[in-house]
């Protein structure tokens, strides 16, 4: 079965930091690319970002210098650290892995298996 559980989300102030955490299980991790996504209410899901198998990163412009993604093959997890967070970041995250290994995306449609989500709210 698989399954991609997020975890580490809840409520923080604006300035404040969280670190999301997606642990997978029953699936091929060390050879896939994992993605970090968001949605806000009202709003379509958005690419945040991304870590290929062999650790290179990518960002949304939005998140980039205050987000770092981050993978750990060893325990099937890869991490999204979230600092500086603002009102704007609030949404549910969701992570992802790529459809096909070796590769890594900001589009939706090339991630196939995902995560139930995990809600941030950030205060002002």
């Known amino acids: 079965q698989v399954q991609l559980v997020e975890s580490g989300g809840g409520l923080v102030q604006a300035g404040g930091s969280l670190r999301l955490s997606c642990a997978a299980s029953?699936?091929?991790?060390?050879?896939?690319?994992m993605g970090w996504f968001r949605q806000a209410p009202g709003k379509e899901r958005e690419f945040v970002a991304t870590?290929?198998?062999?650790?290179?990163?990518l960002y949304a412009d939005s998140v980039k210098g205050r987000f770092t993604i981050s993978r750990d093959n060893i325990k099937n997890t890869v991490y999204l650290q979230m600092n500086s967070l603002k009102p704007e970041d609030t949404a549910v995250y969701y992570c992802?892995?790529?459809?096909?290994?070796?590769?890594?995306?900001?589009?939706?449609?090339?991630?196939?298996?995902w995560g139930q989500g995990i809600q941030v709210i950030v205060s002002s």
């Open positions: 870590v290929t198998w062999t650790g290179i990163t």
């Open positions: 992802a892995r790529s459809r096909t290994p070796y590769s890594a995306s900001i589009r939706r449609i090339d991630y196939d298996y």
């Open positions: 029953g699936v091929d991790f060390s050879s896939y690319g």
